[in-house]
Each structure stands twice: as C-alpha cells, then as structure tokens.
C-alpha cells in the first residue's frame, strides 16, 4: 500500500540549529563523513523509508543482497543532499551547470508565467536556489508541516534568492487562489509532483508497473495551461550540480510524461532517487 509522506524534514530544533553552525566553519567534506556513520543508525530506526528504498532498487532489477546494500548507498547521498541544503542557510555555494541554460532563461525573461515541476530525485530544494534569477520572482508551492528552525532557514535563503513559499495544508484549498495570481503576474510556480500529502492519486506506469502520483499537480498544469518544465537537480560533485531540464508541449498528457522522465532520471541516478515512500499500487 502506496503510504503518504508527513511533510517535515527530520531531527530536532537543536541538531538543525547545531548542523548549520558547524557547516559554516567547517569543510563539508568533514560532515558528509560524520554523517554516514550516524546514517548506520538512522537506516536501521526508519524501516518505512527502508522499505520504499529497497523497493525501489528491486524494481530497477537488483537482487535481494544489492538492493539492501543500495539502500544505505541511497541514503548517503540522501544525507549529503541534506547538509548541502543546510550548506545553503550557512551561506556556502555550489558549482552549477544547467542544460538547455538559453531557453530556460528565455522563458524567466518572457512576460508569461510558467510552471517547473520537480521530483524528489536529486535534491529538490536546491534548484531554487540555482535557477532563480531577479528578473523573475519564483513561487515554491510546499507542505507547511516543516519544523521551525527548517521553514525559517528556508524562508531566509528563499528570500536571498527572489524566492517565496506558497504554503499548502491538508484541506485548504486556498493557495489555489495564490497560484492564480501568481502566475497571471507573469511569475514562476515550481511543485513537486511525485509524494503524496493527503492528495488524490493519478496512476501512471513507472519501471513497468503501476505506481500512485499526486493528482494535484497535475491538475493544476491542465487548468491553468501555462508552460511546463521538468527540473531535475543532480549532485556530480562534493562542489557542483548539474540540472537537466525538459519542456513539455501542451497537449501531453503530462502526468504519463512526468514518469516517463523521472523513470529514466532515477534509472541513471539510482542512488539519487529520494522518495523513500513506496508509491507503487500493489
């Protein structure tokens, strides 16, 4: 059974507040080694995040023995993408290369709005960072569950870069509204299309079954019938990313082509691939 994800990033206040003081005097080489061994620990007291991992490397055709070893590979660039996101509210940069740079930036200097969905292969929040320019004010569409010391970090480094959160709860339909006016204004709204929240599911076929996707986003894309981007944010080195980016034309049928292109993403970046929640249908 596909299971929803909670919305938060883990740990509490004081370990987020302590992990961005280090960062900021520290080379980030240190903390990637600190965290893979505090990661022996987390692996084995998170076993739904377990469970999605080692379902995911069996669907790509691993054997028992190396998936479960892909597993803990997973998770530590899981936990590297999470101290480079915190590298970002301690003020450190990245190296960043972008495909098809001119007509992504083609689109930031037009005066329509447009949509970029994103994934949860690669390290998601960074490509705000990277792709936000002053030309062009970008909206996050993203789940308020997210613990203080996080959602003000964020807010803070969000808003260095032209960046604001359009907040979505459960059951509250008013960032619809938000969304509208934002890309009327000729803005960018950028959404995760791959974990579930609470949302209804559209089914697609994703490494040949069928797996659950929030319908939400792909809703909006029809109704509102802007221009789409596909984004995603690829970690090359311990200093830069690459991102890959994908315009769909109008009349696709977006959902099917969203996991058409996450498929092959997360087939070449296997160990990229964050969704540690099962959505498979069966």
Request: with cysteine; hydrophobic share 40%; charged share 20%.
């Amino acid at each position: 059974m596909a299971q929803n994800w909670s919305g938060q990033t883990g740990g509490t206040y004081w370990m987020q507040r302590t992990l961005v003081r280090i960062i900021r005097h520290t080379d980030i080489r240190f903390v990637y080694g600190l965290m893979h061994l505090w990661l022996v620990w987390y692996v084995l007291v998170r076993p739904c995040e377990r469970r999605g991992a080692y379902h995911f490397h069996r669907h790509r055709g691993r054997n028992p023995i190396m998936a479960a070893m892909d597993v803990y590979r997973s998770f530590c660039h899981f936990g590297r993408a999470i101290v480079d996101r915190f590298a970002v509210y301690a003020g450190k940069s990245f190296d960043v290369q972008v495909d098809n740079r001119e007509r992504y930036y083609g689109r930031v200097h037009s005066k329509d709005g447009f949509v970029m969905l994103f994934s949860h292969v690669g390290n998601t929040e960074m490509a705000g960072y990277f792709l936000s320019t002053p030309d062009k004010p970008m909206h996050i569409l993203a789940y308020g569950g997210e613990s203080p010391e996080v959602l003000s970090r964020r807010i803070q480094a969000l808003e260095r870069n032209n960046i604001g959160i359009i907040t979505m709860q459960p059951g509250d339909m008013s960032h619809i509204y938000r969304i509208n006016e934002v890309l009327q204004h000729g803005d960018v709204l950028a959404m995760a299309a791959d974990r579930r929240m609470g949302d209804t599911a559209v089914t697609c076929t994703f490494m040949g079954d069928e797996a659950l996707f929030p319908a939400g986003p792909f809703r909006i894309c029809r109704a509102i019938k802007k221009t789409v981007l596909l984004t995603f944010v690829i970690k090359e080195s311990y200093k830069s990313y690459h991102v890959y980016t994908n315009e769909l034309a109008p009349d696709m049928n977006i959902a099917d082509h969203y996991a058409q292109c996450l498929e092959q993403m997360a087939l070449e970046h296997p160990y990229e691939w964050f969704n540690f929640f099962d959505f498979w249908a069966n």
